[in-house]
């Protein structure tokens, strides 16, 4: 069964904006501590956008997306938000969703997350 959802992907000029949701369910919310964005560009490996802890609601970014992309979390929807500002053509890739137990500081890296959502295509023009 779907784990996670991602929804709000799509077009959108440069300048622009753009919020993302990723609802989880199941086994990928139950305990998890941590909810992170990466993003894979074409021709690029994925990469760490940012993440949220829901205990304390500590969030992290990357220096490329900080100041513009903001994360905020509804534990009563189990639903983590990507609000992402001052879009750049360079913020084009498939945005994946993923919970984490884990709660250290390698929030950063992939492996740390053990459920992923399906991944949803964001296209800035330039």
């Known amino acids: 069964q779907v784990q996670l959802v991602e929804s709000g992907g799509g077009l959108v000029q440069a300048g622009g904006s753009l919020t993302l949701s990723c609802a989880a369910s199941?086994?990928?919310?139950?305990?998890?501590?941590?909810v992170g964005w990466f993003r894979q560009a074409p021709g690029q490996e994925r990469e760490f956008v940012g993440a949220?802890?829901?205990?304390?609601?500590?969030?992290y970014y990357a220096a490329s997306v900080k100041g513009r992309f903001a994360i905020s979390g509804d534990d009563a929807k189990n639903t983590v938000y990507l609000q992402m500002n001052s879009l750049k053509p360079e913020d084009t890739a498939v945005y994946y969703c993923?919970?984490?137990?884990?709660?250290?500081?390698?929030?950063?890296?992939?492996?740390?997350?053990?459920?992923w959502g399906q991944g949803t295509q964001v296209t800035v023009s330039s």
């Open positions: 993923g919970t984490s137990r884990y709660s250290g500081s390698n929030f950063y890296s992939r492996s740390q997350y053990d459920y």
């Open positions: 199941g086994r990928a919310a139950s305990g998890a501590r941590r």
């Open positions: 949220i802890d829901w205990s304390v609601g500590r969030t």
